[in-house]
C-alpha cells in the first residue's frame, strides 16, 4: 500500500497538471504531462481520468466553454440592463490588473495551518487564531503572508489547506502549535490588490485564468501567496485591505 505522503505527493501532481491545462491552453497536453512527472500522454490521461473523471483535452474544453459561458451571460445582463456597469467592472479589473515581475529573496516563516474550505473561515481563523498568536509572540508589525496550497477549483473544498504566516529569523522557537518552513526566493508574478476578503478570490481568478495565459509564463511548483507588508491594518468600516498577490512564474 502506498504511504501516505506518496498518495498526497501523486495527487498534487495531477491538480498542478490540472491547473496548466486552464492556465496555460496552448501547452500541449505532452508538455503539461511532463511538466508533472508523468512519462506519457497515455499515462497522464489514465491517471488524470482517474482522479477527475475527465480525460485533459475535455476538462481544457469545459473550462473554456465555462468561460465563454460567463462572457454571453456577461453580455446579455448588458442588454437587459441598458447600461454596461457590471460588465465594464469584471473587465476593467482585468484590463487594469497592476502586475509586475519580481525576484523575491528565501524568506523563513513561522506559521499556522487551516485546512477547509477557503472564503470568511480563512479571514475568521487570522482573527481568531493568529493574531493572538502573533501578539503572544511579538510579532505584530512584521511581514505576513497567506499561503495558498490548493486550487478551490480542483481540490475538494474541506482539503484545501493555508498557512497563515509570519517573517521571522532562522533561530525563532516562540510558544504555541506553530511550525516553521522557508517560501523559497525566485521570480514571482505580482499583482497589487486593494478590496475586501469577499474580493479576493476574483482578483487571483483574473490572475491565474486572464493574465497567466497571455504572459508567456508558466507556474512552477513553488507556492502561490498573498503578501501582506508591515504595518498591514483592515479599514474598519469597509473591510478593505491592500496586498500583493503572488504565484511563482518561470519560462515557458
Known amino acids: 500500500m502506498a504511504s501516505t505522503d506518496s498518495c498526497f505527493e501523486y495527487r498534487r ?22 511538466s508533472v512527472g508523468f512519462g506519457s500522454t497515455e499515462a497522464f490521461a489514465r491517471a488524470f481520468k482517474a482522479r477527475f473523471g475527465s480525460t485533459p483535452s475535455s476538462w481544457r474544453l469545459a473550462e473554456r466553454s465555462n468561460r465563454n459561458q460567463l462572457d454571453r451571460k456577461l453580455g446579455q445582463a448588458f442588454t437587459a440592463d441598458g447600461g454596461h456597469d ?8 482585468e484590463a487594469s490588473m497592476n502586475v509586475k515581475l519580481v525576484d523575491r529573496q528565501a524568506v523563513t ?20 487564531t493568529v493574531d493572538p498568536w502573533l501578539q503572544t509572540n511579538n510579532l505584530m508589525g512584521r511581514p505576513l503572508y ?5 486550487d478551490p477549483g480542483i481540490t475538494a473544498p474541506e482539503k484545501c489547506r493555508y498557512d497563515a504566516a509570519v517573517e521571522v529569523g532562522p533561530e525563532f522557537v516562540g510558544a504555541g502549535h506553530h511550525l516553521k518552513t522557508t517560501i523559497p526566493g525566485g521570480k514571482y508574478a505580482a499583482a497589487s490588490f486593494r478590496g475586501t476578503a469577499a474580493e479576493i478570490g476574483d482578483a487571483w481568478m483574473d490572475l491565474m485564468r486572464n493574465w497567466l495565459p497571455g504572459s508567456g509564463l508558466q507556474l512552477d511548483s513553488r ?23 503572488c504565484i511563482p512564474v518561470t519560462k515557458l
Open 146 to 150: 497567506g499561503i495558498s496550497h490548493d
Open 223 to 245: 507556492p502561490l501567496f498573498e503578501y501582506y507588508p508591515p504595518g498591514f491594518t483592515v479599514e474598519h468600516e469597509t473591510g478593505a485591505f491592500e496586498c500583493e498577490i
Open 109 to 128: 516563516v513561522a506559521y499556522l495551518r487551516h485546512v477547509g474550505p477557503y472564503g470568511p473561515g480563512i479571514s475568521q481563523f487570522w482573527e481568531e
Open 86 to 93: 457590471q460588465v465594464s467592472r469584471i473587465h476593467s479589473r
Open 13 to 34: 501532481r495531477l491538480e498542478i497538471g490540472a491547473q496548466r491545462l486552464v492556465t496555460q491552453p496552448r501547452m500541449p497536453v505532452l508538455q503539461v504531462a511532463l
